[in-house]
Nanobody, 127 residues
Framework: QVQLVESGGGLVQAGASLRLSCAAS????????MGWFRQAPGKEREFVAAISTSGGDTYYADSVKGRFTISRDNAQNTVYLQMNSLKPEDTAVYYC????????????????????WGKGTLVTVSA
């Protein structure tokens, strides 16, 4: 089992930045590709960003490309999502997910089953 705990959410104004963290515990972290997803009120959960097991490959949704950066620290068992130039439409609950031996691109394919999910952290961006 891998436990994922997100943190770093909050209320910010449009244009601000936030950094989300996802701490993993349980099994070895490095064999898992990691991803961030989000779910806005009344909408389905959507892919945001993913990173490969080594951190050498990343993949982003078009809506966040150029504004968000995903990274990971395998020594600290943590994955990050740096969010800059936040917009009100970024308001959502952000979830961390893990899938063993996946590629970053696979994490972004609709219907890909994740092995583990965190419980989410709320990001609210005011206009």
């Amino acid at each position: 089992q891998v436990q994922l705990v997100e943190s770093g959410g909050g209320l910010v104004q449009a244009g601000a930045s936030l950094r989300l963290s996802c701490a993993a515990s349980g099994r070895t972290f490095s064999p898992y590709a990691m991803g961030w997803f989000r779910q806005a009120p009344g909408k389905e959960r959507e892919f945001v960003a993913a990173i490969s097991t080594s951190g050498g490959d990343t993949y982003y949704a078009d809506s966040v490309k150029g504004r968000f950066t995903i990274s990971r620290d395998n020594a600290q068992n943590t994955v990050y999502l740096q969010m800059n130039s936040l917009k009100p439409e970024d308001t959502a609950v952000y979830y961390c997910a893990a899938r063993r031996l996946a590629t970053a691109q696979t994490m972004g394919v609709t219907g890909t089953t994740m092995d583990y999910w965190g419980k989410g952290t709320l990001v609210t961006v005011s206009a």
